[in-house]
């Protein structure tokens, strides 16, 4: 199994502040890919990041890839009420993508 | 384009009864897959497909069979549903390739169908 345990699982923060997840898996992977799920609605992607790279952006967010230390993390910057939601992170390779647990991210206004 | 259509959004079924959830897209996606997604246990791939005529077993296919007849539909069935089989339910699909070689597009997920096994 690709996976891993995500790092916070529930965080709470102020709007404006800044949101960080981290991300770990045990196996190589092609990808590491970063979603965002509302109130039990289908996950919607928002960063890929492929093997050979180090850092990607995307508007507020930011996403980092270790693969020495086979980690991520996903950074929000200045966040607001809408961001509230689950984060997932899905690592793939041999033609699967897998979920952990996800974060739960709560943006008090 | 609609995306990824799933119905029904919801079902409610007794121990045993069988079932079929659909799910079809309209993007012309070589890859498709069905996650069950449980409370604590984040989202687990069943099965997935790399194209027509080819599927493959995920994480946890026991009880769930799938067919790829065709490039738009990746039915889900349910054979003798059971308790456990309690779950909501996400098909999503994707390029099977993209910009660096395969695997490297993002996956578009339906809305998902929330089921109950009593």
């Known amino acids: 199994s690709q996976q891993g345990e995500e790092d916070p699982q529930a965080l709470s923060i102020q709007e404006g502040e800044n949101a960080t997840m981290n991300c770990s898996y045990k196996t190589s992977i092609n990808n590491l890919q970063w979603y965002r799920q509302n109130s039990g609605r289908g996950l919607v992607h928002l960063i890929l990041?492929?093997?050979?790279?180090r850092e990607k952006h995307s508007g507020r967010l930011r996403v980092t890839l270790d693969t020495s230390k086979k980690s991520s993390s996903l950074l929000i910057t200045a966040s607001r009420a809408a961001d509230t939601a689950s984060y997932f992170c899905g690592r793939h390779g041999n033609n699967r993508l897998a979920f952990g647990k996800g974060n739960q991210v709560v943006v008090i206004p | 384009n609609a995306g990824v259509t799933q119905t029904p959004k919801f079902q409610v079924l007794k121990t045993g009864q069988s079932m079929t959830l659909q799910c079809a897209q309209d993007?012309?996606?070589?890859?498709m897959s069905w996650y069950r997604q449980d409370p604590g246990m984040g989202l687990r791939l069943i099965h997935y497909s790399v194209g027509a005529g080819i599927t493959d077993q995920g994480e946890v296919p026991n009880g769930y069979n799938v067919s790829r007849s065709t490039t738009e539909d990746f039915p889900l069935r349910l054979l003798s549903a059971a308790p456990s089989q309690t779950s909501v339910y996400f098909c999503a699909s994707s390029y099977a390739g993209g910009k660096g070689g395969r695997g490297n597009s993002p996956l578009h997920f339906g809305n998902g169908t929330r089921l109950t096994v009593t």
């Open positions: 993007m012309n996606h070589e890859y």
């Open positions: 990041i492929r093997s050979n790279e």
